[in-house]
T-cell receptor
């Protein structure tokens, strides 16, 4: 119930292409869904986040699509660039005092020039 | 600049030793967290603290201990009871206004 399942484990995309990473959850109490980007040897950095009252959120080339009925959400990276090559984590949490984030297992994205 | 500082960046532990990882933040955040990262397993929660002098176990607390004597500091001790401590350890704090986590740059611990 507390898991967040992420796929694919790794992804290779050509420069200019669209990268798509998917996540699924079971716990309907989750109310905050962020995506984090991590470069080797660094801590994750918040990329974009969404709440279940909206179906899509866009920030620059990054878009989160959210399907509440299917309990799925995805990250789309438009016009992927070599600098986007990193590990991406989806996560989910239940609001309130603790805000513990439950992370997916990560997707290693490689954008080829 | 506000942020989280973790030290050391690399740490080597001998069998049977306790080691302490430092985490300091100047973001004025109440809540702080420790995560462990292993290849292919994402980030798993070790301990978290919502306020000074209070902390709770996460999903994998066995073999670890923490303290929260100051708002700015949340050190993690990896004890000899942790049988597989080699991992990348990440400290984070929470901005309760937007739910955003800020992570430190991590400490890579290796058992030698």
């Amino acid at each position: 119930q507390q898991q967040v399942k992420q796929s694919p484990q790794s992804l290779i995309v050509q420069k200019g292409g669209i990268s798509i990473i998917n996540c699924a959850y079971e716990n309907t109490a989750f109310d905050y869904f962020p995506w984090y980007q991590q470069f080797p040897g660094k801590g994750p950095a918040l990329l974009i986040a969404i709440r279940p009252d909206v179906s899509e959120k866009k920030e620059g080339r990054f878009t989160i699509s959210f399907n509440k009925s299917a309990k799925q959400f995805s990250l789309h990276i438009m016009d992927s660039q070599p600098g986007d090559s990193a590990t991406y984590f989806c996560a989910a949490s239940i609001g309130g005092a603790t805000n513990k984030l439950i992370f997916g297992t990560g997707t290693l994205l490689a954008v080829q020039p | 600049d506000g942020g989280i500082t973790q030290s050391p960046k690399y740490l080597f532990r001998k069998e049977g030793q306790n080691v302490t990882l430092s985490c300091e933040q100047n973001l004025n955040h109440d809540a702080m967290y420790w995560y462990r990262q292993d290849p292919g397993q994402g980030l798993r929660l070790i301990y978290y603290s919502q306020i000074v002098n209070d902390f709770q176990k996460g999903d994998i607390a066995e073999g670890y201990s923490v303290s929260r004597e100051k708002k700015e500091s949340f050190p993690l001790t990896v004890t000899s009871a942790q049988k597989n401590p080699t991992a990348f350890y990440l400290c984070a704090s929470l901005n309760r206004e937007d739910y955003g986590y800020t992570f430190g740059s991590g400490t890579r611990l290796t058992v030698v």
